[in-house]
């Protein structure tokens, strides 16, 4: 039987891990200094994506039976990527080596440093089942999917460059282009 974690080819990970009491604040601005444009997990190339969110306290509504107060903050990290969950934290450990020392270096519990066997052992036992997980192409990859954006925008930069052509002469662009 498949884990709830799995969607085809893809896997869904979240981990949960409670914030070092005093060092929320420092994790918090690394995370937010972290550019969009060159995330770390770029150097994981089967992540479709990925995530870390602080959760400071749960938000309560009037009417709740019970007041839950967290004992610490937590950080949560997700990631959607291709294949195995074993060999996905193998490269994180070893590709992710600085980075993951500032974010899980600031949780209880993470080893030092936070790198290797020791920070994938780390994450399996403060991971939590995904209940309901569905990949959008379950079976296709990252690789599959970048190919896909590509030959689209080649698709739109064609269909824009040859408005107006005869047929005959769309046709004859369209092979040289495409079927080389």
Not at 140 to 157: G, K, P, W
């Given at each position: ?88 934290l193998d490269e994180l450990g070893e590709q ?48 599959r999917v970048v190919a896909s ?32």
């Amino acid at each position: 039987m498949r884990s709830s974690n799995e969607s085809g080819q893809a896997y869904a990970f979240m981990a949960m891990t409670p914030i070092v009491q005093g060092e929320e604040s420092d994790l918090r601005s690394y995370l937010e200094g972290i550019p969009r444009s060159s995330s770390p997990l770029a150097k994981l190339p089967r992540t479709h994506f990925a995530r870390w969110v602080i959760l400071e306290e749960f938000h309560h509504e009037a009417g709740q039976r019970r007041r839950e107060q967290l004992k610490s903050q937590y950080l949560i990290f997700t990631s959607n990527f291709d294949g195995p969950l074993d060999s996905y934290l193998d490269e994180l450990g070893e590709q992710l080596v600085e980075e993951a020392g500032e974010i899980w270096g600031r949780c209880y519990g993470c080893p030092r440093p936070a790198a290797g066997a020791p920070l994938k052992d780390y994450l399996l036992h403060n991971q939590i089942d995904t209940g309901l997980f569905f990949a959008a192409y379950a079976d296709a990859t990252v690789e599959r999917v970048v190919a896909s954006l590509d030959q689209r925008e080649r698709m739109i930069d064609f269909a824009v460059e040859t408005q107006g052509l005869t047929p005959n002469e769309l046709q004859r662009r369209f092979r040289q282009e495409f079927c080389p």
